[in-house]
């Protein structure tokens, strides 16, 4: 792994430099909160002036980009508790989420492949999942292990699909492949995450209509940083996208030479690094292809704990996530676009994510 996962230094800054810190930090999520001209009329829809109204669905709009192969955020470790079943969607499949006796998390398909009852209405029974239905037991690879009113063979074809998981740092990850083949990265331990220096996770969770891989481009698409999220300038040279396998990078210099990193792993988790100011274990998951579920951790130096609430706004709110909300929402794929030099390196960031839609049968 290339990427860079160490825990920047956390020393203690005086309440002078604190204030200058989030200053900087907010003018690089939420530029428009402070720099823009309050007597001019704005709206979240344009900065021209006019108020625009478009008629738009709940639906997604996003169909064509299937759901691609990765490690994704099932749900928080502080969510599942022993003997409890959560049944969620994710990767457009009914899926459930639970805890075998000795404590270990497993993922599953939903249904039974029986007569097709739900598995979240069923409870745990020692290493297994019983359905409700006909309280056939389920082992922890997914695999039929007793049929309570039959003694004959259980047929090989009595499982359902079991998921490779991963659990560290609050979450519970899953491994999806469209074919069911094995994971072909690690995900990083988050050195904040077990730092007595570093707060507990703030959590901050929502869900977007959004197809995962056009949200995951706009950290490439430097132009709309001046004219969604109002920075002053279109980024240029000053930022630099670098891939290596599953692995991606994107690291931003303002003009003061503070740096912004984008750690990417694959196509669902993403590590956010302000040094000494703010670190985000941001993680998206596709519920179908057209609409994503955001579960981020937010981790900051304890000196920095009082600006927590201010600089999580300033990520997620009117000038950061939610400036991008309503164009993913009513936006379509072109898969050839007509680009400009200024566009940033949406070439390569597509030619970087294609290799998470491998062919199932290949």
Not at 68 to 88: E, H, K, M, Q, R
Not at 133 to 158: L, M, N, Q, R
Not at 214 to 242: C, I, K, Q, W
Not at 263 to 286: K, N, S, W
Request: hydrophobic share 35%.
């Amino acid at each position: 792994m290339t990427t860079d996962d160490k825990a920047p230094d956390s020393a203690s800054p005086d309440a002078t430099s604190t204030a200058g810190m989030v200053e900087q930090v907010t003018r690089m999520v939420m530029p428009g909160a402070r720099t823009h001209n309050a007597s001019r009329k704005e709206t979240r829809s344009g900065t021209d002036g006019k108020r625009s109204v478009m008629e738009s669905s709940l639906a997604p709009r996003n169909h064509t980009l299937p759901v691609p192969n990765g490690w994704y955020a099932a749900v928080c470790t502080a969510d599942l508790d022993g003997g409890d079943i959560i049944s969620f969607t994710a990767v457009d499949r009914a899926l459930v989420a639970f805890r075998d006796e000795d404590g270990t998390a497993r993922i599953f398909d939903a249904h039974c492949p029986h007569l097709g009852a739900h598995l979240g209405g069923g409870r745990i029974v020692g290493q297994t999942i019983k359905c409700p239905y006909h309280g056939w037991h389920f082992g922890s690879d997914g695999k039929c292990v007793e049929i309570p009113y039959c003694d004959t063979k259980i047929p090989s074809k009595a499982r359902v699909r079991s998921y490779v998981v991963d659990e560290k740092d609050g979450f519970i990850y899953f491994w999806y492949h469209a074919g069911d083949k094995v994971p072909t990265y690690e995900l990083p331990r988050i050195p904040e995450a077990n730092d007595a220096e570093w707060t507990e996770a703030h959590e901050w969770r929502t869900d977007i209509v959004a197809a995962l891989q056009e949200m995951a481009e706009n950290n490439v698409d430097y132009a709309h940083l001046r004219f969604v999220h109002r920075r002053e300038a279109v980024p240029g040279d000053s930022s630099v996208f670098t891939s290596e396998g599953p692995f991606a990078k994107v690291v931003e210099t303002l003009s003061d030479g503070m740096k912004f990193t984008r750690h990417t792993y694959g196509p669902g988790i993403a590590v956010l690094r302000i040094p000494d100011m703010m670190t985000l274990l941001a993680t998206t998951t596709p519920i179908d292809r057209g609409t994503c579920r955001l579960r981020w951790h937010f981790f900051f130096p304890q000196a920095m704990a009082g600006m927590a609430e201010e600089l999580i706004e300033g990520v997620t709110g009117t000038y950061g996530l939610q400036a991008d909300v309503p164009i993913w929402r009513d936006k379509v794929y072109w898969e050839k676009p007509v680009l400009v030099k200024g566009d940033g390196d949406i070439i390569g960031f597509r030619r970087w994510y294609s290799q998470f839609y491998e062919d199932a049968d290949a």
